[in-house]
């Protein structure tokens, strides 16, 4: 599995219900020492409800300037959440092509917990 | 079956809780990102992370899902201009992997511990140096001063 087979993907609720996509993914390297970094540790998804895709992360950062960029990016972004890797129930084959929608998006499960997507 | 959805839906969030190692975000932090070997020169850029399982598994004989720990493997570069325009991706023989342990430090540009011409992500610029370059007069040495 790549990055790339799960950024941009559709995310579902376990009902079938859109949630959003997937516009990045997040990593925390508290894994077991690799020479000289930890191993970096799928952590979380970060899911936009508006946006298929985020613009320098503005929506993710404390960063208010440069005025009106930032609110602006910050207003449209808004609503993005974090998922932990563990809430997701099923990830789309990548090898499976274009396929009914229902079938290419990640589906959550039923009980997931969404996050501040703040760094 | 149609899905169903009624525009977008904002979901109530609660704080993240605070990480026990560094945090970065494949998009804002990795992807995109200039490799430098270990003196420093440029490598390539970063297209793409390869992804599998900590017990082993990998995508080709089972299905990945959140019910197991994912970390990073390789970092990936490859001819991906035509799939990023098009869509797709490009087949796994041909990308390039850099073995995540060869990281050294994650910053502006990603750091690597060996150098340039270790790597067979730089193969189609020794092949450039050694077939056209070198054969061009004066391209084998370098130049000299003017005074």
Do not use: K
């Not at chain 1, 895709?53 to 005025?67: A, D, N």
């Not at chain 2, 970065?24 to 020169?41: E, I, N, Y």
């Not at chain 2, 991906?80 to 990281?103: C, D, E, K, M, Q």
């Amino acid at each position: 599995m790549i990055a790339s087979d799960l950024l941009d993907v559709p995310v579902h609720d376990e009902a079938g219900a859109h949630l959003g996509w997937v516009v990045d993914l997040r990593f925390v390297l508290d894994g077991a020492p690799d020479t000289f970094l930890a191993r970096a540790r799928l952590h979380a998804l970060v899911v936009s409800p508006r946006t298929r895709t985020s613009f320098m992360g503005f929506e993710r950062s404390s960063v208010r300037h440069p005025w009106p960029v930032a609110p602006i990016l910050r207003w449209w972004h808004r609503g993005t959440f974090l998922v932990h890797w563990p809430d997701v129930a099923r990830v789309p084959d990548p090898d499976a092509g274009a396929g009914p929608e229902d079938t290419a998006a990640i589906v959550l499960r039923a009980e997931f917990t969404a996050y501040e997507p703040g760094l | 079956m149609r899905r169903t959805r009624t525009g977008p839906r904002d979901v109530s969030r609660e704080p993240e809780p605070r990480q026990p190692g560094r945090v970065l975000d494949a998009r804002l932090h990795l992807l995109d990102r200039q490799v430098l070997d270990v003196d420093g020169m440029p490598v390539c850029t970063l297209d793409d992370l390869e992804l599998e399982a900590v017990d082993g598994r990998s995508a080709v004989d089972e299905r990945i899902d959140g019910s197991v720990p994912v970390v990073i493997t390789d970092l990936l570069t490859g001819p991906v201009l035509g799939t990023r325009v098009f869509g797709g991706r490009p087949p796994a023989s041909r990308w390039h992997r850099l073995p995540w342990a060869h990281v050294v430090d994650i910053g502006t540009a990603v750091r690597l511990s060996v150098r340039s011409g270790d790597l067979d992500a730089t193969w189609l610029e020794r092949w450039t140096r050694d077939h056209i370059i070198g054969r061009i007069p004066g391209g084998n040495h370098d130049p000299e001063s003017s005074g």
